[in-house]
């Protein structure tokens, strides 16, 4: 496995992109759903990630600073045939590590309460992270789950 920054005009990663966005609205009324498309994590205050084996791409995900000590985990997913692989844990696993390299003291991301993001909440709860108020510009919702790590 490798991991590439960038990749954004790549359509295998648009596809991912689009296939993200559409589940996460498809399971979370729009008003709370807060997938970003493809013109926002083009964004400057964003690094973007894909992990790839050969030319397959397994995951992406992205980093996004919120301000010099905290940073936002964004646009976590794993491409639907390599689930249950290591991809989320490994992209997440990368991005706290970027994080600290930046001299973040936390890192912050938001979630859904849907069934569809039971895993990923049990990944995140099992790497540290825990439940804490919205942030950002988030609106606190039923639909939303916003969890914290301390670096």
Same mark, same amino acid.
């Given at each position: 496995?490798?991991?590439?920054?960038?990749?954004?005009?790549?359509?295998?990663?648009? !596809?991912?992109?689009?296939?993200?966005?559409?589940?996460?609205?498809?399971?979370?009324?729009?008003?709370?759903?807060?997938?970003?498309?493809?013109? /926002?994590?083009?964004?400057?205050?964003?690094?973007?990630?894909?992990?790839?084996?050969?030319?397959?791409?397994?995951?992406?995900?992205?980093?996004?600073?919120? #301000?010099?000590?905290?940073?936002?985990?964004? #646009?976590?997913?794993? !491409?639907?045939?390599?689930?249950?692989?290591?991809?989320?844990? $490994?992209?997440?696993?990368?991005?706290?590590?970027?994080?600290? $390299?930046?001299? &973040?003291?936390?890192?912050?991301?938001?979630? /859904?309460?849907?069934?569809?993001? $039971?895993? !990923?909440?049990?990944? &995140?709860?099992?790497?540290?992270?825990?439940? /804490?108020?919205?942030?950002?510009? &988030?609106?606190?919702?039923?639909?939303?789950?916003?969890? $914290?790590?301390?670096?």
């Amino acid at each position: 496995m490798e991991l590439r920054e960038g990749g954004l005009d790549d359509p295998r990663v648009l !596809a991912l992109v689009a296939h993200h966005q559409g589940e996460a609205r498809a399971t979370t009324p729009s008003e709370n759903a807060h997938a970003m498309n493809v013109d /926002g994590l083009r964004a400057r205050d964003i690094s973007f990630w894909g992990l790839w084996e050969s030319e397959e791409l397994l995951g992406i995900a992205a980093l996004r600073a919120l #301000s010099s000590d905290h940073g936002e985990i964004k #646009s976590m997913r794993t !491409a639907p045939t390599h689930l249950r692989r290591g991809v989320a844990r $490994t992209l997440l696993a990368h991005l706290i590590a970027l994080a600290r $390299t930046r001299g &973040y003291t936390r890192v912050s991301l938001e979630t /859904g309460t849907a069934p569809m993001f $039971t895993a !990923a909440n049990r990944m &995140y709860e099992a790497a540290g992270f825990v439940d /804490g108020p919205a942030f950002g510009d &988030y609106p606190e919702s039923l639909h939303n789950r916003f969890m $914290t790590l301390p670096l």
